[in-house]
């Protein structure tokens, strides 16, 4: 009988176990970021060119613009032919730095500026931050286009490897003081963050772990899914009921936000259809799997529960091809003699695999503003932030606000005692919204400095399939 583990379990591990089951999503997390045998620990590395960007207005085309990306990859040399290559990877934050980080610091600081300045400090907090490109480039703005607000910055790190963390010190402490850098996972965050702040998740949750689901096509009953390995290394998955907190969170969110499992729905409503369907010969007993995102859930609870006060900046994949077979399923991948090999399945060799997902942005929206709207537990934000001289506060004026309107703004969450209001009426923070890559850099973004000769522009015209939520 296996051992049932999590990934917390195995951090202390130097090889990966046998004889065990676990979660999907702890399979996925042990995979990715065990600390002795993790793909993004022993295996990553982020593609990064030298401290100059590239010469856009130089260029013909987007072609041209691509021959010299080659280049730079070219220069980190042939992979060896024993074993996986080097598992090198591009960000939008390298191609186009400064350029990109400009246009983030640009969507944080108007809203700071318009909101906050000058009677809170800017507080952002990054996770997952690679090089530390997306800092400096975004400290380095704030440092020439608003000195006064980067006299009031504080730029805190959230990074889960080591590696990546010492990197980030030698590059960023020594340019920029403000930065604190914290070698820790944001699931094991337990600090409160009183202030008003920004928290950034730039091309990071699309490696963060999944569960799979499956529905009993005769009772229509939630199953997760537990890997199985043996003793000799063979791995499996197998279904089981429901019993996972985290994913029976999932299962009652999606049920109140009306978000439907993907069953036909005849079949989802009618017993005499499925006796029908489950008649047929070869007719599986099984939906299809379908990946969840437990570890996004996760990561808005944290957000919820420790930031408070926080507005939050995400971009990630929307789609991605060479996907495994299932329903918002992974991209599993390896690098081997110089070229990109996609899988097609999830039971791969624990650290030489990337495991990355595609997220449906409007899902997320939904979910994140239902979680926000549902605080865990009550808190008094008043009376742990600097009050604010020029601002009233939701608390002190709810007997009013009912005066000028009997419902609140549709774009807007439910005010929060105690939050402070710049109207003097409790109107809420305005909800989140979903933009394209190109609607949200049309938006920010000086797109001048990465426009072509031809007039292509490779930062509006590349990562089509990346969504902003903000």
């Given at each position: 009988m296996e051992l049932q583990l999590t990934a917390n379990d195995l951090e202390k591990e130097t090889t990966p176990p046998t004889g065990v089951k676990m979660l999907v999503r702890d399979f996925i997390e042990d995979s990715l970021y065990n600390p002795n045998y993790g793909y993004f620990p022993k295996q990553a590395t982020i593609f990064a060119h030298d401290s100059h960007s590239f010469d856009f207005p130089s260029l013909r085309d987007s072609i041209e613009f691509q021959e010299e990306v080659a280049k730079k990859y070219a220069g980190y040399g042939s992979d060896s032919y024993?074993?996986?290559?080097?598992?090198?990877?591009?960000?939008?934050?390298?191609?186009f730095k400064p350029w990109y980080g400009q246009a983030i610091a640009q969507c944080v600081v108007s809203e700071y500026l318009l909101k906050y300045f000058p009677y809170e400090d800017f507080v952002i907090y990054e996770i997952g931050a690679g090089n530390g490109t997306l800092a400096m480039d975004i400290l380095n703005y704030l440092q020439e286009a608003h000195p006064m607000v980067y006299e009031r910055t504080r730029y805190n790190i959230i990074e889960i490897s080591g590696s990546l963390v010492q990197l980030q010190k030698k590059k960023l402490r020594s340019a920029h003081p403000c930065v604190k850098i914290t070698h820790q996972s944001v699931f094991h965050w337990n600090k409160r963050e009183p202030s008003p702040c920004y928290f950034i998740a730039m091309e990071v949750v699309d490696n963060f772990a999944h569960d799979i689901l499956r529905y009993d096509l005769d009772t229509m009953q939630p199953l997760q899914g537990m890997v199985t390995i043996s003793e000799q290394n063979d791995f499996d998955i197998v279904y089981t009921p429901v019993t996972d907190p985290l994913i029976s969170s999932m299962l009652g969110i999606r049920n109140k936000l009306r978000h439907q499992p993907p069953v036909n729905k005849l079949l989802r409503y009618?017993?005499?259809?499925?006796?029908?369907?489950?008649?047929?010969?070869?007719?599986a007993n099984l939906s299809k799997e379908e990946y969840i995102p437990t570890r996004l859930l996760s990561l808005m609870q944290t957000l919820r529960n420790h930031f408070p006060r926080h507005r939050l900046l995400l971009s990630d994949f929307s789609s991605l091809p060479d996907s495994i077979p299932g329903i918002n399923a992974p991209v599993v991948q390896t690098r081997f003699r110089n070229t990109t090999i996609p899988c097609s399945t999830l039971l791969v060799k624990q650290g030489y695999f990337d495991i990355f997902f595609p997220t449906d942005f409007e899902r997320l929206r939904d979910m994140y503003e239902h979680i926000l709207s549902n605080p865990n537990h009550p808190t008094n934000i008043s009376n742990e932030a600097r009050p604010n001289p020029l601002l009233g506060t939701s608390s002190q004026s709810s007997l009013g606000a009912g005066f000028f309107s009997s419902r609140y703004p549709a774009d807007r969450r439910?005010?929060?005692a105690g939050m402070p209001s710049s109207s003097g009426l409790p109107v809420g923070e305005r909800k989140s919204n979903v933009f394209t890559h190109a609607e949200f850099m049309e938006t920010y973004a000086d797109l001048s400095k990465t426009k072509l000769q031809n007039g292509e522009n490779p930062m509006l015209d590349f990562y089509k399939n990346v969504k902003f939520l903000f």
């Open positions: 024993e074993g996986p290559g080097r598992q090198l990877w591009h960000t939008p934050t390298e191609l009618s017993p005499f259809l499925r006796k029908m369907y489950r008649g047929l010969p070869f007719a439910t005010p929060v």
